[in-house]
């Protein structure tokens, strides 16, 4: 386990007991990814590590527009703390702590073209039954794939693609 994520856990257990006791997990996770964005950018990464930047401007600054004052007292706490570079750990671990408190995969399914709306909802549905939660997807489009999808849900990756499916033929035949 990488130290970001050992420094990111404790944080991101707290912002979400914090989130999931006042029912504001929605807005947590809004604030979160868009602190994370801010401080995994380099030109940010740089002035929030100016020392003459003061701990109250940092956190101003990774917190959006209209945060409560539980988030901002949160990203304070992660300014004293030094711990803003792990703010991309602690979203990424805090969207992890949601979406399995709320039955949620969450799923990447990237194809070798854009897929229609049906294509779209047909893979949803299949991918619900098979999980018995609900779905959320990300689609990307990736040309070397060939043909067909890959489907990354997590600990479950389903390669549907030609290169896939190609790669497994050769090593059948080399093997």
Not at 22 to 48: C, R
Not at 87 to 116: K, Y
């Amino acid at each position: 386990m990488s130290k970001s994520m050992t420094l990111a856990r404790p944080y991101a257990r707290a912002a979400y007991i914090a989130a999931r006791d006042d029912g504001q997990t929605a807005q947590w996770s809004q604030a979160l990814a868009f602190a994370a964005h801010v401080a995994g950018d380099p030109q940010a990464a740089t002035l929030l590590g100016d020392p003459r930047l003061t701990r109250e401007d940092a956190a101003r600054l990774v917190a959006p527009e209209g945060a409560s004052e539980a988030m901002r007292n949160f990203f304070a706490l992660l300014t004293a703390n030094g711990r803003l570079a792990v703010l991309p750990e602690i979203s990424g671990l805090f969207e992890q702590a949601r979406a399995e408190s709320e039955h949620i995969v969450r799923a990447t399914i990237t194809s070798a073209s854009a897929m229609t709306a049906g294509e779209l909802e047909s893979i949803k549905a299949a991918l619900k039954r098979r999980f018995g939660r609900e779905v959320e997807v990300e689609t990307a489009v990736d040309a070397s794939l060939i043909g067909g999808a890959v489907i990354d849900a997590g600990e479950v990756v389903i390669d549907g693609s030609l290169r896939g499916k190609l790669q497994r033929l050769q090593n059948a035949l080399a093997g």
